[in-house]
T-cell receptor, first 113, second 109 residues
Framework: KAGVTQTPRYLIKTRGQQVTLSCSPISGHRSVSWYQQTPGQGLQFLFEYFSETQRNKGNFPGRFSGRQFSNSRSEMNVSTLELGDSALYLC????????????FGPGTRLTVT | KNEVEQSPQNLTAQEGEFITINCSYSVGISALHWLQQHPGGGIVSLFMLSSGKKKHGRLIATINIQEKHSSLHITASHPRDSAVYICAVSPVGSNQFYFGTGTSLTVIP
């Protein structure tokens, strides 16, 4: 069974631009969660989607948004990029959340200059 | 305020030593997860616990729900165990994860 894939793996953007990251979950998994990891803040929850519905959102500004498609693939978008958005963005898929094991993708490393 | 506290932050051990990493949390949870992250970023889920104890090879994870505390033990540590170990909790009634700051483990041959 193929694992979670994320594209692109690396990305360099300029302040003010927007970016879209993609996550393809493990086949059969309907939950996709997104996380931001920075050296200063560690891992932080962005949002979780289940069957195309956002079920929860972390404490991030509205510039961070996401969506999930009918095939469970998910995208997250960051608009008006700031230097502080430079981070490793990870997605994880699972059959559900809470008491289900999460399977992480390799991450997308975003650098904002 | 951190919902999840881990200790120690950094740990250096000699190969073969017994290692313990601790995690305390302040919210009611439906499950606690131990994650391993190697340099380069990839995260692997080691354990998911809602009660008791689990063992996988040289790794053992325990949880005490009443005390809101979990431990991850590594027996006969090996240099390949060198990684960051992260504790994460799923609060009851929420689909949001809260993460500890991680424990950076280095095992010296």
């Amino acid at each position: 069974k193929a694992g979670v894939t994320q594209t692109p793996r690396y990305l360099i953007k300029t302040r003010g631009q927007q970016v879209t990251l993609s996550c393809s979950p493990i086949s059969g998994h309907r939950s996709v969660s997104w996380y931001q990891q920075t050296p200063g803040q560690g891992l932080q929850f962005l949002f979780e989607y289940f069957s195309e519905t956002q079920r929860n959102k972390g404490n991030f500004p509205g510039r961070f948004s996401g969506r999930q498609f009918s095939n469970s693939r998910s995208e997250m978008n960051v608009s008006t990029l700031e230097l502080g958005d430079s981070a490793l963005y990870l997605c994880a898929s699972s059959l559900g959340t809470g008491t289900y094991e999460q399977y992480f993708g390799p991450g997308t490393r975003l650098t904002v200059t | 305020k951190n919902e999840v506290e881990q200790s120690p932050q950094n740990l250096t051990a000699q190969e073969g030593e017994f290692i313990t990493i601790n995690c305390s949390y302040s919210v009611g949870i439906s499950a606690l997860h131990w994650l391993q992250q190697h340099p380069g970023g990839g995260i692997v889920s080691l354990f998911m616990l809602s009660s008791g104890k689990k063992k996988h090879g040289r790794l053992i994870a325990t949880i005490n729900i009443q005390e809101k505390h979990s431990s991850l033990h590594i027996t006969a540590s090996h240099p390949r165990d060198s990684a960051v170990y992260i504790c994460a909790v799923s609060p009851v009634g929420s689909n949001q994860f809260y993460f500890g700051t991680g424990t950076s483990l280095t095992v010296i041959p």
